[in-house]
């Protein structure tokens, strides 16, 4: 489903038994934040080893939407805030007499969404405020 293809598929252990890719820091993060977050999937993290001597493999990481406690460091940022997303926003104003009619398009390239709005809002603009704050932009 990520990469499209098998191709980037790899076969390690003694008789190739183990399917895995290789993937960046920032592929994993963003991986592993939409499987617990969005998706809902558990998600296990293994590795060899290396003091087994018989190359057996170990789970180092593991977790689940309800026990993040292991990833907390790849979903959030040292500050305790969610992780920024590149979304970009774009709004429009106008007056029609009694208030503010907005106009707000936004692109997630997280998601992969693009979607618009059009609402009217009062003199401080809190329904806009309040959009692009539920956006994360």
């Known amino acids: 489903e990520c990469f499209h293809t098998m191709s980037v598929v790899k076969y390690?252990?003694?008789n190739?038994?183990?399917a895995g890719v290789a993937v960046s820091n920032a592929n994993f993060n963003s991986f592993v934040t939409q499987l617990?977050?969005?998706r809902q999937y558990r998600v296990?993290?293994?590795a060899e080893s290396k003091g087994t001597g018989k190359g057996g493999w170990s789970i180092i990481k593991q977790g689940s939407?309800?026990?993040?406690e292991s990833f907390e460091e790849v979903i959030f940022d040292g500050g305790g805030d969610a992780t920024e997303t590149p979304t970009a926003v774009c709004v429009q104003i106008s007056s029609?007499?009694?208030g503010w009619k907005v106009g707000l398009a936004y692109c997630d390239n997280t998601l992969k969404v693009i979607g618009m709005s059009e609402f009217l809002d009062g003199d401080q603009l809190s329904?806009?405020?309040a959009a692009v704050v539920r956006l994360g932009a």
């Open 12 to 14: 390690v252990g003694k």
């Open 16 to 18: 190739n038994e183990l």
């Open 36 to 38: 617990l977050t969005e």
């Open 44 to 46: 296990e993290v293994w």
């Open 65 to 68: 939407p309800g026990n993040l």
């Open 96 to 98: 029609d007499g009694s």
């Open 127 to 129: 329904n806009l405020e």
